[in-house]
């Protein structure tokens, strides 16, 4: 089975600094993978995904995550948070093909600070 | 875009009694729904897979008789937490998948649910 490990707990930034969450999966075949965003009060969106092709893979906001597969990581990077970046973000691994089911990360918990 | 909805937003209700939680695709047939559960400062633990016309696939150590789940149509499947206890207390978010998407799936904004 497929399990996904976020490093980052909580994570407190000041306004402009560069952003980098990791994201460690672990499955032997083919993943898809994911970052999703929880905003305070709101329902999980998608940031950004990787099915195949090129491994650097840009989203919503300014976000971009690397697919390295030799490292199985799907960090998330951003060169500039703002405060409207403060939320939780989760990572997500599926096995690739049909409606698999997804496996998320424990979250990362993102303050920025004005 | 793909839009989930959940009802009810919130719900509380007395140790003992059964809620039932509606998930619902607004624009789009899903034929599989996810179930799952969040805990406070934890990430969302699958429960069980929702198929249209046949029977959910529970994950371990999730109790189908506590938790059913009747995917009655393309559009709509409910959760039903059956004698609930204070233990069950959380937040249940459902997500439908879309063909087109790449079978991304889409979530909804979750339940509240608190036992008393």
């Known amino acids: 089975a497929q399990s996904v490990s976020q490093h980052n707990h909580h994570v407190i930034l000041s306004e402009a600094a560069s952003l980098e969450l990791g994201c460690n999966y672990s499955?032997?075949?083919?993943?898809?993978l994911f970052w999703y965003v929880q905003y305070p009060g709101q329902h999980l969106q998608l940031l950004l995904k990787?099915?195949?092709?090129?491994?650097l893979v840009k989203g919503i906001k300014g976000f971009e995550a690397e697919f390295i597969k030799s490292k199985f990581s799907f960090n998330l990077r951003k060169p500039s948070v703002q405060w409207s970046d403060t939320a939780e973000y989760f990572c997500?691994?599926?096995?690739?093909?049909?409606?698999?089911?997804?496996?998320f990360g424990t979250g990362t918990k993102l303050q920025v600070i004005p | 875009g793909a839009v989930v909805s959940q009802h009810p937003s919130r719900v509380i209700c007395k140790s003992g009694t059964s809620v039932k939680i509606e998930c619902r695709s607004l624009?789009?047939?899903?034929?599989?729904m996810f179930w799952y559960r969040q805990f406070p400062k934890k990430s969302l633990m699958l429960m069980a897979t929702?198929?249209?016309?046949?029977?959910?696939?529970?994950e371990q150590g999730v109790e189908k008789d506590k938790f059913l789940i009747n995917h009655a149509s393309l559009t709509l499947s409910t959760l039903t937490v059956t004698s609930a206890h204070p233990e069950d207390s959380s937040f249940y978010i459902c997500s439908a998948g879309r063909t087109r998407e790449g079978n991304e799936q889409f979530f909804g904004p979750g339940t509240r649910l608190t036992v008393l």
């Open positions: 997500a691994v599926r096995v690739s093909g049909g409606y698999q089911k997804v496996t």
């Open positions: 929702s198929n249209e016309g046949s029977k959910a696939t529970y």
């Open positions: 499955y032997g075949g083919t993943v898809n």
């Open positions: 990787y099915f195949s092709g090129d491994p």
């Open positions: 624009d789009f047939q899903a034929t599989t």
